[in-house]
């Protein structure tokens, strides 16, 4: 099993910019998250999913969207990329929330 | 200000010596998760403490849910190199059971 896996693996991005992060995952959960990682800030909750078809906003939506078309899918867009979104984006999945396998992330830097 | 509230933010210490990392909130949890997260790798779920006083251990580290349920402590005893890590307190606040928070995370580092 390959578990968690997040495509690309960094991305530069000019300002104004779209792009999609794709996680997938292969344990047949029905939860997955989105988080960001910023310095000194921890990870905080972006969108997150309780099955396919679904999805709701966490912590810090705004400027982000996500679809859950495939159970195993959960693709994280940004429509027109800003320097403060310059982070760290985590990709986890869960059969339930308290457990979270976690992707390696996608680093990704907006000029 | 953060739900969940870690300290300290930073801990560097010599191989052999015991620590103790804190995570503390106002809000009562249901539950709480403590991560450990190496660099450039996503965090990795250690353990899951649920009911008020409760203690568990694994190996050389012991977890404790506070009684009232709003605190938690990680205390890692004779600590390795190997432990060296960022750790992580995570949960869902009281008003939305699929909302985790985490605590910004204790840096560890543990010198040979």
């Known amino acids: 099993n390959a578990g968690v896996t997040q495509t690309p693996k960094f991305r530069v991005l000019k300002t104004g910019q779209s792009m999609t992060l794709l996680c997938a995952q292969d344990?047949?959960?029905?939860?997955m998250y989105w988080y960001r990682q910023d310095p000194g800030m921890g990870l905080r909750l972006i969108h997150y999913?309780?099955?396919?078809?679904?999805?709701a906003k966490g912590e810090v939506p705004d400027g982000y969207n996500v679809s859950r078309l495939k159970k195993q899918n959960f693709l994280l867009g940004l429509e027109s990329a800003a320097p403060s979104q310059t982070s760290v984006y985590f990709c986890?999945?869960?059969?339930?929330?308290?457990?979270?396998?976690f992707g390696p992330g996608t680093r990704l830097l907006v000029l | 200000t953060q739900l969940l509230e870690q300290s300290p933010q930073f801990l560097s210490i010599q191989e052999g010596e015991n620590l103790t990392v804190y995570c503390n909130s106002s809000?009562?949890?249901?539950?709480l998760q403590w991560y450990r997260q190496e660099p450039g790798e996503g965090p990795v779920l250690l353990v899951t403490?649920?009911?008020?006083?409760e203690v568990k251990k694994l190996k050389r580290l012991t977890f404790q849910f506070g009684d009232a349920r709003k605190d938690s402590s990680l205390h890692i005893t004779a600590a390795q190199p190997g432990d060296t890590g960022l750790y992580l307190c995570?949960?869902?606040?009281?008003?939305?059971?699929?909302?985790?928070?985490f605590g910004a995370g204790t840096r560890l580092t543990v010198k040979p």
């Open positions: 995570a949960g869902c606040p009281p008003y939305n059971n699929n909302d985790m928070r």
């Open positions: 403490v649920v009911t008020g006083g």
């Open positions: 809000s009562v949890f249901s539950s």
């Open positions: 999913s309780v099955g396919e078809g679904t999805t």
């Open positions: 344990m047949n959960h029905e939860y």
């Open positions: 986890a999945s869960g059969e339930q929330v308290e457990t979270q396998y």
